[in-house]
């Protein structure tokens, strides 16, 4: 009988700081905007898309929209929804 696979959902292991920063840092480190604004819609499920709707003002649904793998969040949205996560958005010089 065949294995059942079951969807994988990365949200379920970020359950500290530090494997939210690190998830995070590797989003960054690939450079494509979509995969990263994937990337933030995955920690805002983790830390709960209704608290993180109600500290930017923003709608759940407009979240969901906005960091899914289609969504092209403005960068206004994706600050919002960093500081609500409690990150910090920072440059640095190109290696």
């Known amino acids: 009988m065949p294995e059942k696979l079951t969807t994988y959902d990365p ?10 920063a690190i ?7 690939t450079e494509d905007s979509g995969y990263i604004a994937h990337a933030l819609g ?6 709960g898309m209704t608290q993180i709707a109600k500290q ?7 979240l969901y ?3 899914s793998g289609d969504g092209n969040p403005t960068l ?3 600050i919002a929804v960093m500081n609500a996560l409690g990150m910090q958005l920072t440059t640095r010089p190109h290696p």
Do not use: N, P, W, Y
Not at 42 to 47: D, G, I, Y
Not at 56 to 62: A, D, F, I, P, Y
């Open 42 to 47: 995955v920690v805002a499920r983790a830390k």
């Open 11 to 20: 949200a379920e292991d970020l359950s500290s700081d530090e494997a939210i």
């Open 23 to 29: 998830f995070m840092a590797e989003a960054f480190e």
């Open 76 to 78: 206004k949205t994706t």
């Open 65 to 67: 929209r906005s960091f």
């Open 56 to 62: 930017t003002g923003l709608s759940r649904e407009q």
